[in-house]
């Protein structure tokens, strides 16, 4: 059995006219819900072997305080220029590659990919996953190679603005 998180970035800051979207960073209210979303995590037990990101601005600073709440070594996390642009196809692709010693993995992306990758995965209807909303999800299998649509059962969708 593997466990998979998805995470959507942060929100990020608009408030450089003409900055390229790669390298946005947070904005306050991505630097407030990180932590709050990490800490959820950590009172949950939610345990993650493995970090991969997508190396935009707003993402890797996501991964970066996800990292930090759970204490987890940020240095660890794995960058993949390919989430930046790809789509639910190119995600599971990616996942299906992870280290099959790894049993759960947190994949920190950007929509419209991983609302898609989210309800193929599990056969869900997730209308939008918001900013910095999390998705963790079963997966019955033994290696990431064995991905595929379908086979995995949402745990629980959470988000910032969720209340518990």
């Not at 407030?32 to 493995?50: I, N, S």
């Not at 996942?95 to 929509?111: P, T, Y």
């Amino acid at each position: 059995m593997k466990t998979l998180y998805l995470l959507r970035h942060a929100k990020s800051s608009w408030a450089i006219p003409g900055q390229r979207d790669y390298d946005r960073p947070l904005n306050d209210r991505g630097l407030r819900d990180a932590p709050e979303m990490g800490g959820r995590m950590r009172e949950r037990g939610q345990e993650v072997d493995l970090v991969v990101s997508s190396p935009a601005e707003r993402a890797l600073s996501t991964a970066h305080i996800i990292c930090d709440e759970l204490g987890l070594d940020p240095s660890d996390i794995v960058q993949d220029r390919q989430i930046y642009i790809a789509g639910s196809a190119k995600l599971l692709q990616l996942i299906s590659g992870f280290d099959e010693s790894k049993q759960s993995a947190l994949l920190v992306a950007h929509n419209p990919a991983l609302t898609d990758l989210a309800n193929e995965l599990a056969r869900a209807s997730i209308d939008n996953i918001p900013t910095c909303g999390l998705v963790s999800i079963a997966l019955p299998i033994e290696y990431w190679a064995e991905v595929l649509p379908g086979i995995g059962k949402v745990l629980d969708f959470d988000f910032p603005k969720n209340s518990e």
